[in-house]
C-alpha cells in the first residue's frame, strides 16, 4: 500500500522541529508495540491476554480509563471487514461544551459526562493497525462535535500509563499525535458526509449511516517514508 499523500504533504509542509517531534512520536510508537508484544506476546493479547473474542464484548471487561487525562478505549469484535480482526474504540470525555469532566474512580464513569467518541483503529490478528475509521452518533452515543472541536477534544486525548496498561496507553498516545493529519481528514470527511443527509439530528440517528469515513493504512510503510523525510530534513 502507498504511503498516505496526506502525512506525506503534510510533512513536507513542517519545520524541521515539527518533523523531529513527528519522528520522536513514530519511534515512541513502534518501542511501545515492541514492549507491548515482550511483555503479553501482541499489543492485541495486552488487551484480550488469551480469552476466546466473543463478538461485542469488550476488552479489558471494564475498558481502559485514564483518569488524568480523560481518554476511555477498548478492543472488540463484532464485523468481518478483509484483514480486520477488531478495532478500538477511543473516546474523551467531555461535557456538552466541549470542555474536560474527571471520570471519578468508584462512580459510574458516565453519569458527569459522555464520553465523546473520537475514532475507531482497526487491527488485523496480528494487532498491527489496519485502518482508521469514524463512526455515527448513534453507535457509540455521547456527546457529538464538529471536526474542529473533535480535533481540540483529541489533542488532549493522551492517555498516561494506567497500571497493567502502560504500553498500550504509550502506543496510542504517539500514535493519535502521530497520524492527526489523517485524522483530521477523516473528521472533515464525516461532516461532509453527515451534511449530504439533511438535518444534523436526523443524520446523527439515521441507522444506515453507520461508519461515516475511513482511511487504509500501512503503518510500516508511513513510518519509513516518514524517517526518509526527517533524514532530508536533518532531523535525528
Known amino acids: 500500500m502507498p504511503v498516505s499523500p496526506i502525512l ?13 517531534t513527528t519522528l520522536q512520536h513514530g519511534q515512541s510508537c513502534v518501542e511501545a508495540f515492541a514492549d507491548a508484544t515482550q511483555a503479553s506476546g501482541s499489543l492485541l493479547q495486552s488487551w484480550v491476554q488469551g480469552a476466546e ?22 478492543y472488540h469484535a ?18 456538552a461544551s466541549g470542555r474536560r469532566s474527571r471520570p471519578r474512580q468508584g462512580r459510574k464513569v458516565w453519569a458527569r459526562s459522555a464520553p465523546t467518541h473520537m475514532l475507531a483503529i482497526a487491527l488485523d490478528a496480528r494487532g498491527l493497525p489496519v485502518k482508521l475509521f469514524t463512526t455515527n452518533r448513534w453507535v457509540t452515543d455521547g456527546h457529538w462535535f464538529d471536526a474542529t472541536q473533535t ?9 498516561g500509563p494506567v497500571s497493567g496498561h ?16 489523517l485524522i483530521a481528514d ?29 482511511s487504509r493504512i500501512d503503518w510500516a510503510a508511513d513510518l519509513d517514508a516518514l524517517q526518509v523525510e526527517a533524514t532530508g530534513a536533518g532531523c535525528e
Open 78 to 95: 463484532h464485523r468481518t471487514h478483509g484483514d480486520e480482526h477488531g478495532h478500538l474504540h477511543v473516546f474523551w470525555h467531555a461535557t
Open 166 to 181: 502502560e504500553h498500550a496507553c504509550a502506543w496510542l498516545s504517539h500514535f493519535l499525535a502521530l497520524y492527526r493529519p
Open 8 to 20: 506525506r504533504r503534510h510533512w513536507r509542509s513542517i519545520n524541521a522541529t515539527e518533523l523531529n
Open 186 to 214: 477523516l473528521l472533515e470527511r464525516r461532516d461532509a458526509r453527515l451534511k449530504g443527509h439533511g438535518r444534523l439530528e436526523d443524520a446523527l440517528n439515521n441507522k444506515r449511516l453507520e461508519v461515516l469515513s475511513q
Open 151 to 159: 480535533l481540540v477534544c483529541l489533542d488532549r486525548c493522551r492517555p
Open 53 to 74: 473474542v466473543v463478538e461485542y464484548k469488550h476488552y479489558p471487561p471494564s475498558d481502559i480509563i485514564d483518569l488524568r487525562s480523560g481518554t476511555q478505549f477498548y
